[in-house]
Every structure is written in structure tokens, then in C-alpha cells.
């Protein structure tokens, strides 16, 4: 029969014979609190009264419906900017972050023949491609947002992006 104390005196012996872990060891921060950074996509998807601050009374914009495409080269008339210090109840749960958090609207690019209109807001997110950044395709591909930030910041950390 093992003891108790048996027990633990081989659970050290077999201890020191395992390979050093590194990733038990303690860590040093050299940076301080590691940066991050999320985005929310909402294509085509939200009441603008509801969501974003100080909109609450706006006229609702008469933008480009069905087949007309009269909004098109044109800057959203709407657009500004406006501080978070009144949320609207949709962007409450955010309230304890409101000062990290940007409302990035009104951003428009030119549609390009060819493709889906709801393919080309996913393909171009973050980066605002034009179109026929790749030569024979329509589809803006381009470096991403999130991709610009991590050559910067994630050199500091395990993964990149």
C-alpha cells in the first residue's frame, strides 16, 4: 500500500524530471495592458433613431431605395459626428465603454457593375477599397483596418491580429 507522504515524495522526483514548461513561467508585462480592438459590422440593418446617439428626432433619410441609385458619388447629407455622452437604450449595455467607443457612419463607396451590393459592403469592410483594386474583378479586396493596427500593435503580442 502507497502512502500518503510516499505519494508526494515521488510526485516531486517526477516533477524535476519533466521538461521545463515555459509557459508555466511567470510572465513580465513590458507593455503594460495588452491593446485591443473590436468592430461591429451592421450592413443595411438598423434603425438609425434607435441606435445612434443624438438621431432620436432626425428625419429619416429618403437614401437610395429599390433601383434608384440617385445617392451614389454623393456624401450621406447625415453624416457627423457626435459624442457618446447620451446612449441611446440600444448602446446602454455599452454605457461603462463609452469613452474607448467610435461611431464610425455615413461611409459610402461607389458601386461597382458586376456584383451584389451586399457582397461588395462585406468585401470592402475596414478597408474601403475601390473598386478594381484587383485587376479584372470588381470586388474591392484590400488590406484591412484590423490588419493596419496589428503590424503595429501586435508585435507585442502572441498573435498578430
Keep these: 500500500m502507497t502512502t500518503r507522504r510516499g505519494f508526494l515524495r515521488g510526485l516531486g522526483g517526477a516533477a524535476l524530471a519533466l521538461p521545463w514548461m515555459e509557459s508555466y513561467a511567470a510572465k513580465t508585462l ?9 468592430h461591429f459590422y451592421v450592413p443595411i440593418g438598423v ?4 441606435f445612434f446617439p443624438g438621431e432620436a428626432d432626425a428625419t429619416i433619410p429618403k437614401g437610395n431605395l429599390g433601383s434608384l441609385r440617385r445617392s451614389l458619388d454623393k456624401q450621406d447629407p447625415n453624416f457627423s459626428v457626435r459624442s457618446l455622452d447620451h446612449l441611446t437604450p440600444t448602446m446602454m449595455p455599452l454605457s461603462g465603454l463609452k469613452n474607448k467607443i467610435n461611431l ?3 461611409m459610402d463607396r461607389t458601386f461597382q457593375q ?3 451590393v451586399h457582397a461588395q459592403c462585406a468585401s470592402c469592410y475596414l478597408s474601403s477599397a475601390p473598386p478594381y483594386t484587383i485587376k479584372g474583378t470588381a470586388w474591392p479586396l484590400n488590406r484591412t483596418l484590423d490588419h493596419l493596427v496589428a503590424d503595429v500593435a501586435g508585435k507585442e503580442t502572441p498573435f498578430s491580429t
Excluded at 30 to 38: D, F, I, L, P, Y
Excluded at 47 to 50: E, I, K, N, S
Design 104 to 106: 464610425i457612419t455615413g
Design 114 to 116: 458586376g456584383t451584389d
Design 30 to 38: 513590458t507593455s503594460g495592458v495588452a491593446k485591443r480592438m473590436a
Design 47 to 50: 434603425v438609425r433613431r434607435g
